[in-house]
């Protein structure tokens, strides 16, 4: 066989391996996302969206390695070689990644333990966000202020975490203040009043008012009203709103901190104006 047979069975040969390798490509990847898909919904319906989600993502990864694999047998290439390779960098990266592998191994532990699930609402260290993944390495917040957060899983491990949707009711509760001359049953009245007109309020649990305490200018309330978990922020508004119309239609005093001022002997003295009986009075301070 001259050269010039030997150039062109070997180029044969090549176009040959780059169309099977091609048609690996072409078959493979629509076939892995279709799997991918479907492991993903059996998951989220059977179980939980993070489960949906690492199932999908088992099956993506797992399909890109097999694919890897054959494209390479396909070329001829021998993987002994590189799984000896893959050996001495999996055991250097080992050591170097005690923090990825404690991520991990944390992560699985948050898989199986379930305290939040995507779509949960979730308060860690001060950070209040919607669970947007739960990943091998770390979980991915959604704040309301529209900003995206990692928090890595060790750091949820070790960190109290507030699940604020977890149960279907929430509590909110609210400081109500009243002058010490106000007679506390009828404010009593005022607010449940309020509580039962209250379109989110729930009646069972029944609203609570708790005596707090005696303050330094006003008698201090708990006003404690219950409500579904998804109108909770609802409840909040709309009552202290509604708190505050009551009092002022019924009369009912809401004291604030009263400051005095003073200049001090080398300042000037402040221009205090008195209104009376439609006359202006001015007087200047000495």
């Known amino acids: 066989m001259d050269l ?4 062109n069975y070997l180029s044969e040969e090549i176009v040959r391996q780059m169309v099977r390798v091609l048609l690996i490509f072409i ?4 076939v ?3 799997f991918r898909g479907w492991a993903r919904r059996f998951f989220t319906k059977k179980y939980a969206p993070h489960y949906g989600m690492l199932a999908g993502k088992v099956v993506f990864y797992s399909g890109i390695i097999l694919m890897i694999i054959t494209v390479l047998g396909q070329l001829g290439i021998s993987l002994a070689p590189l799984l000896a390779g893959a050996g001495i960098v999996g055991v250097a990266l080992g050591f170097a990644s ?3 592998v404690s991520n ?3 992560g699985l532990f948050l898989i199986a333990e379930q305290p939040f699930k995507v779509d949960d609402i979730i308060n860690v260290g001060g950070t209040i966000g919607i669970v947007m993944s739960i ?3 770390s979980v991915k917040l959604r704040t309301f202020d529209n900003k995206f957060v990692r928090i890595p899983n060790e750091t949820i491990i070790k960190t109290e975490v507030t699940n604020l949707t977890r149960f279907p009711i929430r509590r909110f509760d609210a400081k109500v203040s009243v002058a010490y001359k106000e007679d506390i049953e009828k404010v009593r009245e005022i607010l449940l009043d309020v509580a039962q007109k209250n379109q989110y309020s729930l009646s069972d649990p029944e609203p609570q008012i708790i005596f707090n305490a005696f303050g330094s200018s006003s008698i201090d309330l708990d006003f404690r009203i219950w409500a579904p978990v998804d109108e909770w922020l609802l409840v909040k508004n709309s009552i202290q709103e509604e708190i505050k119309k009551q009092f002022d239609e019924k009369g009912i005093e809401i004291p604030f901190p009263h400051v005095s001022f003073y200049t001090g002997s080398e300042s000037k003295p402040l221009s205090i104006e008195l209104v009376k009986n439609s006359e202006t009075l001015e007087q200047d301070t000495d």
Do not use: A, E, H, K
């Open 135 to 137: 990943d091998v390495l």
């Open 27 to 30: 078959i493979s990847i629509p």
């Open 98 to 100: 005690q923090t990825s």
């Open 104 to 106: 991990i191994i944390s």
């Open 4 to 7: 010039f047979n030997i150039y």
């Open 32 to 34: 892995l996302l279709i």
